[in-house]
């Protein structure tokens, strides 16, 4: 979904009642004339210019209706739009003049039918270097397929925007490229010789045509690079969209009130399926307030509701119910910056700006980077148990979903019918919206406590989904639509989960759940550990997940895993430690098809390592248990030196002794409440992965006397076993580092 200012609207004498009667003898031609709309002359979006959008153009030019149309680039209404409306309804070409101002709005939004155009006038500055190989550096959200976009500069040839026109930049290859794990890229297309010239230029974007879910896309920067990578288009040419200044399309009452029981009642289409079942409030929340806190522009509701079968004017009347909403909208919170971001001082903003994440200039190059969060100053003070390495504010390498991949693109009750309206999914939701009262902390640790319903979502879910779920080798995973609606139930489920949070001010409650030792903030939920589609039973590689590519689902799962960590640390028992960290040093680490490291993770493992660590909410002593497996993975030396990885595993060895080193064999023992302890450590995980893991970490360097602790401690707790000859293991190095040591 996409933003639009709103042009002015001018009457006489632009419009005379002469010149309308003139076009009115034209009215009755226009019929049998109409032409199918590739253009912005279909004012009403039914893919059809004829006399209904000449009727629009003349209304708006009046003031009888709002100005959307701005086809002379003058910013009003007037008699030259309506003979260019007229024109293309007569057959003719939709002529569209660009604005020929050089402050560029930012951002660029393309959206509705295919053929869909916007773009900006631009001046190069005289004495520019126009010679060598020129290119055209974009930054563009919600670029998803290869046929989707295409690009002209000034008169030149439209050029698609694909893997064969331009470079992507930084990591987005690595998570997929193009429909990858990147919702916004950043890329550069290099440009014919002559394309750009000294003054005045212009660049145009085109929707090419949807496919099947997108209705349009967002250019959020762009410059003209020289042959040296230098910016043509200074930096003072570019302002940014003001979402405080937005306002309704309509101000009547009367539409408003119609776009609320549009939103609420209106019967949808969805292309490629046909009349839904859903409406506009089952897919987001159920007054329409993410919209509106996540700053969706006029232009992209009504694109929206149109690409939904809904009419321009219901799309703004639409728009105009969401701008009318009394509900937060922080100016940081944008289509295009992920939910929940983390980044440094996060939580000095209120509570109600949570959501709106840090933004994606947040997301670091690389995964390295973080070290210097989770070791601020090089130190791992903060890592004992006893501390707090937040996840709110430690900035990551990758971007989490953006708010469009948080919603579900088949909503249950059109995937499953009344078996999801009459589940008990569905019927605990209904129960939570019905009992729960807007800060009302009480009420809210009834229902989201130990002993309320709130935890039994993810049983629900499950009770829900397991009857629907075949096993991985059945053929239905081959079937885009039947894994779309699979997945849809979590993001369903996350979606109504952060409706809740918001609708009655939850997220600032959090203590009132678990105890003032809990962070201020979070959710109860564990469903967004439950959202992703690894642990969801989908397998990969998926049709309909994205790209379609391995890459995508782990870095979705990933995402999903992080949101978990971020929102809610494992309060509650949330998160599955031993499954949840296996994911950075195994599945998004290696690409399974060359057997390489993909992507370095140490800095994302030591964050959940520590997290795992501080969060010792599992009482089955499982929290090391990926650790003392790590040295042999290459993950830890992708990215970073030797030194840094000696001294991540030194730090964290540290803290883990300060804890679990301090125990008598009766307090270990009593962690296993689950399940009897067991003598033989080969029997039993944690034992079984020390074993493994003394050796190789001597073999590397890992400081020699932490070692010895760890095995004088280990011999207290298994003292039938030989630790002393387990640490001492003959070690050797093979294929990509790894670390394969002879232990007994």
């Given amino acids: 979904m996409l933003a639009h200012h709103t042009p002015t609207r001018l009457t006489s004498p632009y419009l005379t009642w002469s010149s309308i009667q003139r076009l009115i003898l034209l009215l009755a031609l226009i019929p049998t004339l109409a032409a199918q709309s590739t253009n912005q002359c279909d004012l009403n979006g039914d893919n059809v210019v004829n006399v209904a959008d000449v009727q629009i153009a003349i209304n708006e030019t009046l003031g009888l209706a709002a100005c959307t149309m701005n086809l002379d680039a003058t910013g009003t209404c007037d008699i030259t739009d309506v003979q260019r409306v007229i024109a293309a309804a007569l057959g003719g070409t939709c002529v569209v003049t660009p604005s020929t101002s050089t402050n560029i709005t930012l951002p660029i939004e393309v959206a509705g039918p295919a053929g869909s155009i916007n773009g900006a006038t631009f001046n190069i500055p005289s ?185 321009s004017q219901q799309g703004n009347q639409i728009a105009s119910y969401i701008r009318s909403l009394n509900t937060p909208a922080p100016a940081s919170a ?5 939910p929940y971001q983390p980044g440094p001082g996060l939580d000095s903003a209120p509570v109600s700006e949570w959501s709106a994440g840090a933004g994606l200039s947040a997301v670091l190059a690389q995964d390295s980077d973080m070290l210097a969060y989770v070791m601020p100053n090089n130190s791992t003070a903060n890592w004992s148990q006893s501390s707090y390495l937040n996840p709110r504010e430690t900035p990551i390498s990758f971007p989490l979903p953006d708010w469009n991949r948080w919603l579900p693109l088949i909503h249950p009750v059109d995937a499953f019918g009344s078996t999801f309206t009459n589940s008990s999914l569905n019927q605990l939701y209904l129960s939570l919206s019905s009992q729960l009262q807007p800060g009302n902390a009480s009420i809210y640790a009834n229902l989201g406590g130990s002993e309320g319903s709130w935890i039994y979502w993810l049983n629900y879910r499950a009770d829900l989904m397991g009857p629907l779920t075949p096993p991985v080798t059945d053929s239905s995973w081959n079937n885009p639509t039947f894994v779309q609606q699979i997945y849809s139930v979590n993001l369903w489920s996350v979606v109504k989960n952060w409706e809740l949070n918001q609708q009655f001010e939850l997220e600032g409650l959090n203590q009132s759940i678990f105890g003032s030792s809990a962070p201020a903030r979070g959710w109860t939920s564990n469903m967004p ?45 949330s998160i599955d430690w031993p499954y949840f960290l296996g994911y950075p040093t195994n599945d998004l680490t290696w690409d399974a098809q060359t057997s390489t490291p993909r992507v370095g993770t140490a800095g994302l493992l030591t964050l959940w390592l520590v997290s795992a660590l501080q969060q010792d909410t599992m009482n089955d002593a499982q929290t090391p248990e990926q650790f003392v497996s790590f040295p042999s993975q290459a993950s830890w030396s992708t990215e970073i030196s030797n030194t840094q990885k000696l001294q991540i595993m030194n730090g ?21 409440l689950a399940q009897p302890f067991n003598t033989d450590p080969h029997q039993v995980q944690f034992g079984s992965d020390l074993i493994y893991a003394l050796p190789q970490m001597r073999f590397v360097g890992v400081n020699s006397t932490l070692l010895s602790q760890a095995a004088t401690w280990a011999a207290k707790i298994w003292p039938s076993y030989n630790w002393t000859s387990a640490l001492n293991a003959t070690c050797t190095v093979g294929n990509l580092s790894q670390v394969t040591c002879n232990t007994p």
């Fill in 652 to 672: 964290y060895l540290t803290a883990w002794l300060g804890y679990y080193g301090a125990m008598t064999s009766a307090q270990f023992q009593a962690l296993q």
């Fill in 334 to 338: 944008r289509p295009w910056n992920p």
């Fill in 529 to 573: 550990f439950r959202a992703g589609p690894g642990i969801s039973g989908i397998p990969r590689p998926s049709p309909g997940l994205g790209n379609g590519s391995i890459v995508f689902h782990i870095w979705n799962s990933v995402s999903w895993y992080e949101l978990q960590l971020i929102l809610n640390n494992g309060y509650g028992g």
């Fill in 127 to 311: 004495g520019s270097n126009l010679s060598g190989t020129m290119s055209l550096s974009m930054q563009i959200h919600n670029l998803k397929y290869p046929t989707q976009v295409s690009v002209q500069v000034n008169n030149g040839s439209w050029i698609p925007i694909n893997s064969s026109t331009v470079t992507l930049l930084g990591q987005a290859n690595t998570f997929g490229g193009i429909g990858g794990g990147f919702s916004t890229l950043s890329m550069t297309m290099n440009l014919p010789s002559g394309s750009i010239t000294t003054g005045s230029n212009t660049v145009t974007f085109r929707f090419n045509g949807s496919d099947g879910i997108s209705s349009g896309f967002r250019v959020l920067n762009l410059n003209v690079l020289d042959t040296n990578g230098n910016q043509l288009i200074p930096q003072s040419s570019f302002t940014w969209d003001d979402p405080s200044t937005w306002q309704p399309p309509l101000n009547d009452p009367t539409d408003i009130a119609a776009g609320q029981t549009l939103w609420r009642t209106a019967s949808l289409s969805s292309p490629g399926f046909g009349a839904i079942k859903a409406t506009c409030g089952m897919c987001h929340a159920q007054d329409g307030r993410d919209l509106k806190y996540f700053n969706y522009s006029n232009l992209s509701i009504q694109a929206r509701s149109m690409f939904h079968g809904l009419t």
